[in-house]
């Protein structure tokens, strides 16, 4: 590990169901995200337009002041139209549960999703918590009010 990267231990637990259910795996050197499988007793095929919550059969706990984000892969997103519906998904630091990733079957085809298959990919990112404060007005700024658009079409 370069002077430059910084790491953090995340504690896993293999679950009951997911017998030797794979941990997140970086593919490369510089993956900034950790590859999660599928821990699947039969396959699952997703019809176009179909969505399932697939396990992966861990258990985690993020240190505090941290998150798990789960991430679409892009490959399975482009060769199959394959996502993460609620990307990116929040595995909160005080998350106890079996992570699990909600697939959804964009393409045109059915797509079938196999034990140990690599479905998403889990970024650990640091968290910054907000205190919510309610006030009778917020500055001024040169946008303002305006969005959605409003500053021109290029
Ligand atoms: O892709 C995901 C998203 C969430 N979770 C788990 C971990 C997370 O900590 C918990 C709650 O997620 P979220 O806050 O996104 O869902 P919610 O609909 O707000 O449920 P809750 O009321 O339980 O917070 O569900 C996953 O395993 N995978
Ligand atoms: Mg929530």
Do not use: C, W
């Not at 995340?10 to 997911?18: D, Q, S």
């Not at 079938?112 to 640091?126: L, N, W, Y």
Request: avoid cysteine.
């Amino acid at each position: 590990m370069s002077a430059s990267r910084s790491e953090v231990t995340v504690r896993i637990l293999r679950l009951g169901n997911g017998g030797g259910a794979s941990l997140p795996a970086y593919a490369s050197e510089g993956a900034a995200g950790a590859d999660l499988a599928a821990a699947l007793q039969t396959p699952l095929t997703l019809k176009p337009g179909e969505r399932a919550l697939v396990p992966t059969g861990l258990a985690v706990e993020l240190p505090d002041g941290f998150e798990m984000q789960i991430r679409p892969r892009s490959g399975l997103a482009a060769r199959h139209g394959v996502t993460v519906l609620n990307s990116p998904g929040t595995v909160d630091s005080d998350y106890r549960g079996e992570v699990k990733v909600l697939l959804i079957n964009l393409g045109a085809e059915a797509v079938t999703i196999s034990d140990g298959e690599r479905i998403a990919q889990a970024v650990i990112a640091p968290v910054t918590r907000a205190e919510f404060r309610l006030v009778d007005a917020l500055s001024g700024s040169v946008r303002g009010e305006g969005g959605f658009g409003s500053t021109g079409r290029k």
